[in-house]
Each structure stands twice: as structure tokens, then as C-alpha cells.
């Protein structure tokens, strides 16, 4: 195991924000950390890297204690944190000059590594540009690649996609998926669950500060959920009449929107339209993470958490 | 845990490549500042003045005017930038994803303050060289000064930047505390042909008051036991503050 986490709680004052947590990450994969703000995702990875010591339980990392060992620790990882925190007068081959000093590595390594690192993360075009002149999607690429600056065997991404736009989205998957080919360990904290399904082979859902599930993402759904999901969007009154005329169905709900869930799609469709559910609202769809985290938070993950 | 000399350094380049981008924008003006006090004061003011402390009045204030801009050139770096890199910029957070600790984040800083004050210190003393009022011999017992101030108003501002809440209460530091130190403490005007007794003993608190008075010593080469007290003033306060520094940057970094 490349993290291994048991019974972790971390109190601040009378405040529980992680809450005896168990949890392991093997070495090669990649594995998400899912829950909405306040869940206790940023505290895990900060304890997780050493910067914060747990209340209670103990943390290794690569086998070693993490609060005992931060340095040996940390030269074997990187951290990409929520916020970006770039020097933005300089250029990002400065950036990473700079940043790989706080490695220890020296002006020869760095002047082989900077280039690889660059094209890994196509910021050879702007690579003398400052960083004030970037826009968000190169900002959030530089400051993967001064994550990666120390060649980490632990990878941990913290919101690597936030705000950003599909196309740059997808580059950085592509680039996740290189790195995971080439035996790096990633950890990642999203809000987005086709981020999750796409990139995870294990996740763990959080809610204040607990683990609910654990699983791949397949197996989270087929525990939780039928195969089929459809969704109504109509008026909440019009909601209680169509489950009563839909008999017992397993459902949730999220403001305006009904979920509906059953085995064989095509005949779940035609019973809610039998049911009285407006066509024009209707949206007929495989259930997802998403649908498996509102099943066992009751909020959504996107905002109203 | 123990400060790292190698990751305080990484910490220093850090600063030391930021500057080297935009001296011209962030350092170059202050360079300018003690030269015009001593213009103006020194030449202007000390026009209508024969002597003052046995010298000339433009030689009276230059040496305490070395200490003020070691003085400023710490106190820059230590309240407002060290306070926007912690609590905005978010820099220190991404050195401690790195080896670095927080105890390398202090002294990387620190030592960085004290060679912003040694750049300040260091061309003012060259400058009053050049001017014939420090010989290159004085000058050059002068310029291991220059850090140490640099090292004591380091210590206090950081140890002030850790303590407050809000950027706004900087400018009491500076208009409210480094301001009077620097009309105050021995610069302009000897303090102890303006204060009586018990007054003369209360002013001992004052930080830059043992800057100056060192730099004066180095200036004129008379030695005293007062200079053994002067340095141990800036020693012990130095090393108390920084101390305590150390344990308050831990804790909040490490939150």
C-alpha cells in the first residue's frame, strides 16, 4: 500500500472534520476521494502529505509514518493544491527552476527535467511567457508540472479540474492516464463525477468527515442502485402524484429534478410517461455516481452541499 | 523541527529569482531614500548647524542613517510581502507540499530580509564613502552592521506580521513604531544631551537606538563597554523573537 490511513481523525477545537477514518491506497492505481465541500477531502490529503498531523489514528506513507518522516516523505511526492499558487512575474520555466530548488535538485537536473516536463504538459509554446499572461488552462498545467518536478511515485491532485474548460479537461485525463501507465500512484479529490468514473478504479465517497462507501466506481453503482435511471424535470407539486401512480419505485430527488430508478430502461421510460411524466422533461440514462452519491448524502455535488 | 540550511536557501532563491525580475520596480526606490535625508538634513538643515557630537552635522547623521536603511529594507520584506505570500498568494502552502518545513520557510526569509537590508545598507555605505564621510577602513567595520539590523528588524516585524489579523494594521507599524524609532533613536539628535535621567534609561528599549549607536562606534572607533550591551540587546532580542516566530509559523502553517 502506498497510503495507508487507520482511523485517522482530525478535531479542530471541538469541530470533527475527519472523522476515524480508514482507508488504502495500492500502489499503481488511481483512487478518488469524492464528497462535497466541508466532507473533510482537503484535511485527509494535507495529513496525508504532512502538513497537518492527525488528532488520532496514524498515517504511512510508503510504509513510513508521515508525521514522524514529512522530508523523506515529501521528496517522493507531489501535491497539485486546490488554489494555484504560481509566481506569476516569472515564466513558468522559472516556476519550475524555483520550485525544483525546494527539491534540492540541482540547476543540471532541473535543465533536463524542465524540458520534459514542458512538452508532458504542452506549455512549450508559452514557456517564456510570464505567468500573469497565461490563461487558467495553461496556469493549471504549470502547476501540475511543478508537482511532477521531483518525479513523484504519489501524485495528489486536489480539484485538478476546477474551472476549466472540457478540451483542457480531457488533456489533463489524457496526461493522468500517461502518468498512472508509467506505475505513478494518483490521488484525487473532484466534484465531478465523470471525472471520478473516468479516471478511478477505486473511490471512496465522504460525508462529514466519514467514509460511506468505498468501492470502484461500477461496483458503488450496482451496490447502491438499479441499472436504469430516469429523470423528470417538472414542477416538485406534480412529484408526489407520479410516484404514487408509479407504485413503489426507487426514486430521489433534487429540487425540480425526479430520479427514477429500475433494471430495464426502455420499459422504466414508458411507465413513468404511462404515469403522466411531461415527455418534454424526460431524460432516460444509465445511473451514475452522481445518482449513488445523492443516494447516500441526499445532496448534490455540484453546489447546494 | 531543525531549520534545513539547503531548503532555507531554496526558499531564499525563491525571492532572490522574483527580484531579480523586478528590482528595478520593487527595490530601486528605496535605494534613494537615505540619500535624500542626508541631502536634505545633512546638507540643508546642517547648514545653520556648526557641529553636532563633535562633527559636522552631515557626518552626525550618516551613520545612523546606515542602520535606518537596513532597518527599512527589512521591515519591507517581513510585514507586507511575507504577509500577502502567507495569507494570499498561498506560497508558503506549496513549499510545504515540498521537503521544505516551516522552519526553513522562517530562516529562508529571514535571511532574505537581512540581504534586502545589506543591498540598502551596503551602496548607502558606499555612497557616504564616496561622499569622504566614512573612510573605506570605517566603512568597512561598518558593513557586517548592516545585516545584524537587518537580522533584528527582520525578527520584529515578522514576529508582528505572525500576531495580526488584518493587513490595515501595518501602517501603525510603520507610522506608529518604525517612523518615531527612526525620528527618535539617536539619528537626528543625541539623545542623551535631550533626555534626563530616567528618561535616557526608558529610551535603552528602543530597538534602533543600539543599531545606531554600534554604527557610531564603528564610524569614530570608540570603543566602550556600552558596545557589548548594544550587541547583546540586538542579539537576545533577536534570537527571543525569532524563537518565538519559529513556533507560531509551525502552528500556522501547520493547521
Known sequence: MVIECSRVTKRFGSQVVVDELDLSVPAG?????????????TTTLKMIYGVTAPTEGSIRVFGEDVTKHPRR????????????????VLTPVENLRVFGRYHLLSEAKLDDRIPDLLDFLDLRSHAHLPVVALSGGFQRRLQIALSLVNEPELLILDEPTTGLDPAVRLALWSRIGELRARGTTVLITTHYMDEAERLCDRLAILSEGRRLVEGSPRELIDAHLARAAVEIDQDPAHHASLLARLNGVHHLKAGRRLMIYGDDGPALLEAVQRAGGDPAGLVSRPSNLEDVFLALTGTGLDGDA | MKVSPRHALAVWKRNFALYRRTWMLNLLPNFFEPILYLVSMGIGVGAYITEMGGTSYIAFIAPGLVAVAAMNGASFEVTYNAYVRMNYEKTYEAMLTTPIQPEDVLAGEILWAMTRATLYGGCFLLVIAAMGLASPGRALIALPLVPLTGLLFAAIGIAFSLRIPTLDLFSFYFTLFL?????????FFPLEERLSGGWLQLAEVLPLLHPVRLMRTAFDGTLSAQVAWDLAYVAVLSLVLLWMAARITRRRLTA
Open chain 1, 73 to 88: 516523505v515529501r521528496a517522493r511526492l507531489g501535491v497539485t493544491l486546490q488554489e494555484n499558487a504560481l509566481i506569476e
Open chain 1, 29 to 41: 492505481g488511481c483512487f478518488g476521494l469524492l464528497g462535497p465541500n466541508g466532507a473533510g477531502k
Open chain 2, 179 to 187: 517612523m518615531p524609532l527612526f525620528l527618535f533613536s539617536d539619528v
